[in-house]
């Protein structure tokens, strides 16, 4: 079982910026391809952004292309999301997610079905 924990989530006015970590008490961390997704009340997760094992292959969704970055510390068996830019239409609950099983290190995945855990969610509000 992989526990994942986010933090770093609050209140931001639009044009702002927010970093998001997700510590994962996994100790093969490292061959998980790891993902975020956000969730407003009422619809589904989306996909957000998503990370290979190595760290070296990135998805972006188009809404947040060219100001979120995701990256990973395998070491540290973490993975952030850094916010840049922000705007009222970022608001949502962020989750970070892990799959569990391991093809190659390059691989990344974008839907909530290819992902076997996730974390409790951390609240992003970003006020206009």
């Known amino acids: 079982q992989v526990r994942l924990v986010e933090s770093g989530g609050g209140l931001v006015q639009a044009g702002g910026s927010l970093s998001l970590s997700c510590a994962a008490s996994?100790?093969?961390?490292?061959?998980?391809?790891m993902g975020w997704f956000r969730q407003t009340p009422g619809k589904e997760r989306d996909i957000v952004a998503a990370?290979?094992?190595?760290?070296?292959?990135?998805y972006y969704a188009d809404s947040v292309k060219g100001r979120f970055t995701i990256s990973r510390d395998n070491a540290k068996s973490t993975v952030y999301l850094q916010m840049n830019s922000l705007k009222p239409e970022d608001t949502a609950v962020y989750y970070c997610?892990?799959?569990?099983?391991?093809?190659?290190?390059?691989?990344?995945?974008?839907?909530?079905?290819?992902?076997?855990?996730w974390g409790q969610g951390t609240q992003v509000t970003v006020s206009s």
């Open positions: 997610a892990a799959r569990g099983t391991y093809h190659s290190g390059s691989d990344y995945y974008t839907t909530v079905y290819e992902y076997d855990y």
């Open positions: 996994a100790p093969t961390f490292f061959k998980y391809p």
């Open positions: 990370v290979s094992p190595s760290g070296g292959e990135t």
